[in-house]
């Protein structure tokens, strides 16, 4: 709250005596996101189109600390840092949580690709509310639905890793369904249900859901394998990783 006071207002008492925040209140949850870039990493600004994936920043600052740790088992134990470390993020959204959060605390430089006009307006907005981050963060428009990396990587250019927040269902109805089943776990009932995380429907689902998105990744990768070291992206089911180990 004394990095962010917008916070203050969703701080509530909880049940064990402690502070805490609704986590089923949308606003709620970019309040909380926004005071905690602010305050672990220095963000300012940080704002979202309304309806938009606000994502849970523990767990992307997790997936890239792994993917440090990744990198530093082929230099000798140590991780990288500095601007050299050259980071694909697909998909990179209207929150531009990887790149935020990779620059800050590996100082990486970052590439992020995006279908979705408002949602690079939105990043690119994040990006001129803090200094320096223009330089560090790239924003490319991928204009082919149908394609992943292609477009994106041009020739010559090389990556030290990519890194992907796949969308996780297969359709709109799956991404509905989904979120009533959650709600009803909460008690909260399902009617009407919004998703607390907010998505628009490229960010939750695409044809064949995770498992076909990850198979049109790694074979678009096989053409690329000079030019990035290493292909990563964050999986939502243990169901979708024998497939992806076949191929």
């Given at each position: 709250?004394?990095?962010?006071?917008?916070?203050?207002?969703?701080?509530?008492?909880?049940?064990?005596?402690?502070?805490?925040?609704?986590?089923t209140d949308p606003a709620a949850v970019v309040a909380l996101n926004r005071a905690?870039?602010?305050?672990?990493?220095?963000?300012?600004?940080?704002?979202?189109?309304?309806?938009?994936?606000?994502?849970?920043?523990?767990?992307?600052?997790?997936?890239?600390?792994?993917?440090?740790?990744?990198?530093?088992?082929?230099?000798?134990g140590a991780i990288p840092r500095g601007a050299a470390v050259r980071v694909l993020d697909i998909g990179v959204g209207a929150n531009a949580?990887?790149?935020?959060?990779?620059?800050?605390?590996?100082?990486?430089s970052f590439v992020g690709s995006e279908l979705d006009?408002?949602?690079?307006?939105?990043?690119?907005?994040?990006?001129?509310?803090?200094?320096?981050?223009?330089?560090?963060?790239?924003?490319?428009?991928?204009?082919?639905?149908?394609?992943?990396f292609a477009g994106v990587i041009q020739p010559g250019e090389r990556f030290d890793l990519t890194?992907?927040?796949?969308?996780?269902?297969?359709?709109?109805?799956?991404?509905?369904e989904a979120t009533q089943a959650k709600w009803r776990k909460l008690g909260r009932g399902a009617s009407g249900a919004a998703r607390n995380f907010g998505g628009q429907g490229p960010e939750l689902w695409c044809e064949g859901g995770e498992a076909g998105f990850l198979h049109r990744m790694i074979e678009e990768s096989v053409a690329l394998g000079r030019q990035v070291r290493w292909f990563t992206s964050l999986v939502s089911s243990s169901a979708t990783l024998p497939g992806a180990h076949r191929l």
């Open positions: 709250v004394a990095a962010s006071p917008e916070l203050g207002p969703f701080v509530l008492r909880a049940r064990h005596g402690g502070a805490s925040i609704d986590l905690l870039l602010a305050e672990a990493y220095g963000i300012r600004g940080w704002d979202l189109p309304p309806g938009y994936l606000c994502p849970p920043i523990p767990g992307r600052a997790d997936y890239l600390h792994h993917l440090a740790d990744l990198l530093a088992s082929g230099n000798g949580i990887y790149p935020l959060v990779g620059h800050r605390e590996y100082g990486w006009e408002a949602a690079l307006a939105s990043a690119a907005r994040i990006l001129a509310a803090n200094p320096g981050l223009g330089q560090a963060i790239e924003l490319r428009r991928q204009r082919n639905r149908n394609a992943i890194l992907c927040n796949p969308p996780f269902h297969g359709s709109a109805r799956e991404a509905r």
